[in-house]
Each structure stands twice: as C-alpha cells, then as structure tokens.
C-alpha cells in the first residue's frame, strides 16, 4: 500500500531527525543513479566482489549493478524472456552464480494467486546488456500473500520467502528445485516478524531479518529456523533492504528514495561463533572496501543513555506508524 509505506517512511524520519545518525556508516555508499528511485532489494555480488544488484520494486525487467566504492551504476542488465513484472521487491545471488529477483510484493496484501521469480546468471562482464532469463512461478500452499523478502541458500540453493504482515509473517520453503514448467508451491515452515527483506550468510549457518525498525539474525541448521538475536540496526527513511558482504564481515542496509544510502555495519561475533567466512568456491574480497567501525546500535543493540533515548523515539514512531495504518484499513463510509 504505497500511502502507508509513504507515512511510515515520514514517521521514520521524524525519528531519525530527532536522534541523530545512529550507526557509522564507514564503508556504505550512497546510489548515485537517478533512475534507482525505489532500490526495493540489495544483493552482493559474487562474481564481481564490491558490486550490489538492485532494482525499483515497480519498473521494467530490469536490475542495477552498483559499485559499492563509488556508488555508480555500472551495469544495467534488461532480463529477456520474462513478462511485465507487477512489484520487485528482493534479489538475492545463488549458490549456482545466478541472480535471482523477486516479484513477489502484493500491496493488495493476497490479491494474486501467484507471483513470480526470474533468474538469470551472473554476467561475466558488467556493462549494459540484455540477458535471457528463467521465469517461474510461485503459489503458497496456505494462499495468496505479500511479500518482500527472497533468500537463496548459498549452499544448497534452495530458495525462501518470508512474507510480510503487520501481525507476522511467515517464512516459506520452495520445492529443492525450482520448476519452469509448472507452479512451484512454497510451504510455511515457520513464523517471523514484520519482515521487508532477508538474507542468508555466506557460510550458510545464518539468516537476517529486517523490518520497518529492528533486524534479527537467526542460527540456520537443517533447513529451519533456530535459536534469535536482535542485531543494531540503522533508522532509515524506508527500510527495504539487507544483504552480507561478500566475505561475510558486514551487513548493508539500505532504503528507498533517490539518492538513497547504503548503511554499512560490521558484524560482531561472539567468542567461538562461526565468522561467517564464504562457501568455497564463492568469491574472494569484502564487498564493500573500508575496514569501517562498528556503531551504536539503533534501539535493539546496544546500551548507554543514547540507546535508551533512541528507543523511546523509535517506539513512539512505531506508535504514530500504528496509528496511521489503522487509520488507512478503516472501512470508508
């Protein structure tokens, strides 16, 4: 519903000018692009360490590569072979080298009975170029629903969809192999928050959820769903988007809007846990250049007298958010 996400990206930045930056962002970049208004999803690169995909959730089969150094767009791939996308809202890379996006938003929250995915491998060279692309289609075995996030294991390149509820959502398994021949059914194997996208880690053994105001990371083993943590987070006008480094060593955040900013944060680890390092065969180097130095954490991270400020700001924009979004769903007489 683009009235509502419109108000809770104001009520996020009425928060975020009141408590200042609240993660450094050493190493992020901002998409120079003009034509990058609504980067819906956020994708390292494998086959190029350093670049992001992005794409607008309502645009053309189209996805950007953007050097996350410079913040320039290199490369604008066209997919071919693919319909008239109806609303992108994730990419993600799999562990066969291909990209794989995400046309899986509803802003009618259920009102298609299916949605799609389109896959095209990485490109061996960026620059401005038309691909053929896979398209297949998506149905949930407990019905039609919105959704934002898509994760591809990059291990065993299965793929899966978190949907996205004010109330919950829910985290959805695909078939071990997508099909190009018929519908591919996703089944709910567990429950998550407000989720606007997701990624998994390059080791496989961790997956990050992001809302409207938090992120979590949950330990992933045996295709489900394990013990959670709360991760600082940066207060971004329209938080849409997460993905790993390529070496596993930061999260980047990013937002909607032109000029938008791609927030960097260095993952912290705590003794004996998993760093998180790349499968092998995955791409050497870190993908975004900087060392970068960790920050405060933004409401669920940290301590100190600043995050129990900040807290209070980021639960009275949720509150105003609340408000506004009942307001919206109220029958109009």
């Known amino acids: 519903m683009r009235s509502l996400r419109t108000t809770l990206g104001a009520a996020l930045a009425v928060v975020a000018l009141s408590a200042g930056p609240a993660v450094a962002e050493d190493g992020g970049f901002t998409m120079k692009d003009p034509r990058i208004t609504e980067s819906s999803g956020l994708a390292a690169s494998r086959a190029h360490p350093g670049v992001y995909w992005t794409h607008n959730d309502q645009d053309g089969p189209r996805v950007f590569a953007v050097d996350g150094r410079t913040g320039e767009t290199v490369a604008t791939v066209t997919l071919r072979g693919v319909g008239t996308p109806r609303d992108m809202e994730a990419v993600s890379v799999g562990a066969d080298g291909a990209v794989y996006v995400g046309d899986i938003g509803d802003n009618l929250d259920g009102s298609w009975d299916h949605v799609w995915i389109y896959r095209f491998p990485e490109p061996e060279r960026l620059r ?19 959704a934002e996030a898509l994760m591809v294991h990059p291990v065993t390149g299965r793929v899966y969809i978190a949907s996205k509820n004010e109330d919950g959502g829910g985290l959805y398994e695909g078939p071990a192999r ?11 194997i567990g429950e998550v928050p407000w989720v606007t996208d997701g990624a998994f880690s390059p080791d496989g053994r961790e997956l990050v959820l992001r809302g409207y105001f938090s992120a979590r990371a949950y330990a992933w083993k045996d295709g489900r769903l394990g013990a959670e943590k709360r991760l600082s987070a940066p207060l971004q006008r329209q938080s849409e988007s997460v993905t790993y480094t ?29 760093s998180g390092t790349p499968v092998p065969g995955g791409s050497p180097g870190s993908g975004a250049p900087g060392t970068g130095s960790p920050g405060t954490g933004a409401g669920d991270g940290g301590d100190g007298d600043g995050n129990a400020t900040l807290g209070a700001l980021v639960l009275a924009g949720i509150a105003v958010a609340a408000l506004v979004w009942r307001r919206l769903r109220r029958p109009r007489g």
């Open 128 to 146: 401005d170029q038309t691909v053929e692309a896979t398209q297949y289609t998506v149905r949930y075995a407990d019905g039609a629903r919105n």
């Open 178 to 188: 997508l099909s190009a021949g018929g519908p591919n059914v996703f089944r709910r």
């Open 246 to 274: 390529v070496d596993g060593s930061a999260l980047m955040f990013g937002s909607e809007g032109v000029n938008s900013t791609v927030v960097r944060v260095p993952v912290e680890r705590e003794a004996g846990e998993p």
